[in-house]
């Protein structure tokens, strides 16, 4: 299995070479997973080309989520699983994206299944999807403040905010 | 909140409010629903109401304590949460599995994908109209959850799958439960049919609702069931094998009507298929063997080694304690819940926490194909197809 695996990373990883030397900026093999690093400014067309290409034909994009790596700078990785039905293989795309703007483009128009997945880590991470038809809070309120997901938020309490029933009290003196 | 803006905004539409607390929207999901008479014009759903931060607990767990929160998202399929997250901690460290516990896996994954079903059929029904469809079903449920019982000592949230196997060795008397159940089963699955499948009502209201077509349901990542009912054959268990499902021999249904019922027929053929894995599953079993991969400092030493090796006791005061720490490295792992793809990437930095652990839910996922299959559609069929599409509000919230 590892082996067919690593063949189907080199296959995407070639077809994409071969299209735009620049396209693919490394291929990490870990565990019969491959991932293949894209620039952030190739990834509408790289994903694009796996989507279309008769090669390729990756027409399921299964999932899509995002890694914190603060402090480190570029700090977050976007990642996006894709399947190809057809062809019955797997492959990671990443995306590393820096901390200051973070801004990708959005995979809408390739995969109109990117919608909800783009929204949620916009939501839950700050990422803002450039070219997105509806880029709005999913899972939280949309007057919540933060993105919980980003490593620097607290995991408990809000806003560092121990619950001493301190905020209640005040709210409900007249 | 979310509000939405009237596609013709002259008063020939109307916006009606469709939850949360609505008992056929299957949890708290609310529907904004234009109407044009009784037609659907358009449809937003707003989800959240259940949001718990699943993902963000687990950073804060060791990576044996999340189990636990897993069982909590999908709350009919706890077992199949546990086995694709210990399997995706499993890849990261590379874990081999001994055989039996794979087996034992397997046969309680397709007991729990047999109950979720029937959770499923039962609430469908009474969604439409059918009250003794609900009752037949969670007859044959509690069987299910009665087996779940012997074995975890717990009914739903049974944390029974663990990290590198299994949590206990089978209890006595399992063999002949299980024996009891397959015997059981098959007639009451006839039973079932016999309500539905050539009922007049049932076929007026789901046949020829809710369709998408093939390649809709491709571009907007839908798997599972209704993926299946629409003629694509992919399921996770044969085209990504996972837990030995390789030596397994089942059918996978397909259809091509892809409507409300091409789904119930596919789910009852898979009710069936289920039962055939669980009697193949049943017959690999040994008595005898181990359930738990050796990995020390990483497994649970055996009880009775704690009691007498110095380095057991060390390794077990560790694990519970401080946890085990993983290479710094990322992995996906996909299995096949009822409902469909169910997925969970874990990105490791070499600490005892997970750095992320992300669930691709398939509730969460076929949910956005909803306003494509009820636009257009009458206010009636709404509920048919929320039903149809089998989401679990707190896997889609998680």
């Given at each position: 299995m590892t082996e067919s695996s690593s063949q189907n990373a080199n296959v995407v990883a070639e077809h994409l070479r071969s299209w735009n030397s620049k396209a693919v900026a490394e291929v990490i093999e870990f565990r019969g997973d491959t991932t293949i690093v894209i620039p952030r400014e190739f990834l509408r067309a790289a994903a694009e080309r796996c989507r279309q290409d008769a090669k390729l034909q990756y027409d399921l994009l299964s999932a899509a989520t995002c890694v914190d790596r603060f402090p480190h700078e570029p700090r977050f990785e976007l990642i996006y699983q894709l399947v190809s039905i057809p062809r019955r293989e797997k492959v990671r795309l990443k995306v590393r994206v820096s901390g200051n703007d973070p801004v990708v483009d959005s995979l809408v128009p390739v995969w109109p299944g990117a919608n909800w997945l783009e929204r949620e880590i916009f939501d839950l991470f700050g990422i803002r999807f450039h070219g997105h038809p509806d880029l709005r809070r999913i899972l939280?309120?949309?007057?919540?403040?933060?993105?919980?997901?980003?490593?620097?938020?607290?995991?408990?309490g809000y806003r560092d905010v121990p619950n001493t029933g301190e905020l209640f009290r005040k709210s409900s003196t007249p | 909140m979310t509000t939405v803006d009237t596609a013709i905004g002259t008063a020939k539409t109307m916006v009606l409010n469709m939850g949360p607390q609505h008992p056929s929207t299957h949890g708290v999901l609310r529907i904004l629903l234009e109407l044009d008479g009784e037609t659907v014009v358009k449809a937003i759903p707003d989800l959240g109401y259940l949001h718990t931060g699943i993902e963000k607990s687990c950073e804060d767990k060791t990576y044996s304590q999340a189990i636990t929160l897993t069982d909590r998202m999908d709350y009919l399929n706890p077992l199949g949460n546990n086995l694709v997250y210990c399997l995706a901690v499993e890849k990261l460290l590379g874990l081999e599995i001994p055989k039996r516990a794979q087996y034992i896996r397997v046969m309680m994954v397709e007991l729990q994908r047999i109950s979720s079903h029937l959770v499923w059929l039962g609430t469908h029904a009474i969604d439409l109209g059918a009250m003794t469809v609900f009752l037949y079903c969670f007859r044959e449920r509690e069987e299910i959850l009665n087996i779940f019982e012997l074995f975890?000592?717990?009914?739903?949230?049974?944390?029974?799958?663990?990290?590198?196997?299994?949590?206990?060795?089978p209890p006595t008397g399992w063999r002949q439960a299980i024996e009891k159940f397959l015997k059981m089963m098959p007639s009451r699955v006839d039973e079932y049919e016999t309500l539905l499948t050539e009922n007049r009502i049932w076929i007026g209201r789901t046949k020829g609702i809710g369709y998408i077509s093939a390649e809709d349901a491709v571009a907007l990542s839908m798997t599972g069931p209704t993926l299946r009912a629409a003629g694509i054959a992919y399921d996770n268990r044969k085209v990504f094998p996972y837990s030995s499902y390789e030596e397994f021999d089942f059918n996978v249904p397909t259809r091509t009507d892809s409507d409300c019922y091409a789904r119930y027929l596919i789910r009852v053929a898979e009710m069936r298929e289920s039962l055939k894995i669980i009697r193949q599953a049943l017959d690999k079993i040994s008595n005898e063997g181990p359930i738990r991969a050796e990995a020390p400092g990483v497994i649970p030493p055996q009880r009775e080694k704690m009691k007498t090796e110095m380095e057991a006791l060390i390794y077990h005061f560790k694990i519970f304690t401080e946890g085990f720490s993983p290479v710094p490295g990322e992995a996906y792992v996909s299995v096949e819940s009822p409902r469909g793809e169910l997925g969970c990437f874990i990105a490791s930095d070499g600490s005892p926490k997970p750095l992320r652990a992300h669930f691709r839910s398939p509730s969460y996922i076929n949910l956005q194909a909803l306003p494509k299959l009820i636009e257009?559609?009458?206010?009636?069929d709404v509920i048919a197809c929320i039903g149809t599409i089998d989401i679990i509000l707190g896997e889609v919230d998680r």
């Open positions: 939280l309120p949309e007057d919540w403040e933060g993105y919980p997901l980003r490593r620097d938020y607290p995991v408990e | 975890s000592g717990q009914r739903m949230m049974t944390s029974y799958i663990r990290i590198g196997g299994l949590a206990l060795d257009g559609q009458l206010i009636a």
